[in-house]
């Protein structure tokens, strides 16, 4: 079946310190989505890509899908403490649109 | 803010018992999953739904079932649940179409002893 993996599985960062995580799948995606969840919290959508090679910014976020469709990564600038939280891809295979098979999660603390 | 609604949010019973984890939502959304979660881990998928009258098991082997009479609520039951049923349950729901992202409720924490 569909496997998504994330790397790393747990980053710890100096407050001001970029952040990277890195999303692959197994299978060609349909499309990519991002969450958050922040601790004891629920997953919180973030965005979505869909076009091969895609990127997307919010604020300090940058979001982007690989040119094959099979991996993703998110990046952000100069961390803040707002953003702890594990971080999760998501996306259902081609042609499989009905399940949308999470990734591992990269688990992100920031020392302030 | 929720439109997805989980309840209860925690609970502990014993081993044995029989369970109802509700799940409803405001949306009029047509697909909705369960998906259970250890602390910090990551999600694993074990039921979803298409529509009404419409169940799938997911990718994880769940001794749960679920059950889709309306289309706003998604019960999951557990007949007899044991310690290793412990975990967070979350519910979520999305329109159709292959870009719809999900609405999670906030999860409900069971704890079996």
């Known amino acids: 079946g569909q496997q998504v993996m994330q790397i790393p599985q747990y980053q710890h960062v100096q407050e001001g310190e970029d952040f990277t995580t890195y999303c692959n799948s197994s299978t060609t995606l349909s499309n990519i989505q991002w969450y958050k969840q922040r601790p004891g919290g629920h997953p919180v959508f973030l965005i979505q890509l869909v076009k091969s090679g895609e990127v997307k910014k919010q604020k300090r976020l940058t979001f982007q899908f690989g040119e094959a469709k099979k991996n993703s990564s998110l990046h952000i600038t100069a961390t803040q403490t707002t953003d702890v939280g594990t971080y999760f891809c998501?996306?259902?295979?081609?042609?499989?649109?009905?399940?949308?098979?999470f990734g591992t999660g990269t688990k992100l603390q920031v020392i302030p | 803010e929720a439109d997805i609604y989980q309840t209860p949010r925690y609970l502990v019973i014993g081993t044995g018992k029989k369970i109802t984890l509700e799940c409803s939502q405001t949306m009029g959304h047509d697909k909705m999953y369960w998906y259970q979660q250890d602390p910090g881990m990551e999600l694993h998928l074990i039921h979803y739904?298409?529509?009404?009258?419409?169940?799938e098991k997911g990718d994880l082997s769940s001794e749960s079932t679920v059950s889709r009479i309306r289309t706003e609520h998604f019960p999951l039951t557990l007949e007899s649940a044991r310690p290793s049923h412990t975990s967070q349950y979350l519910c979520a729901s999305n329109s159709q179409g292959e870009a719809s992202p999900l609405h999670f409720g906030n999860g409900t924490r069971l704890t079996v002893t």
């Open positions: 998501a996306g259902p295979p081609t042609g499989g649109y009905q399940k949308v098979t």
């Open positions: 739904s298409y529509g009404v009258n419409s169940t």
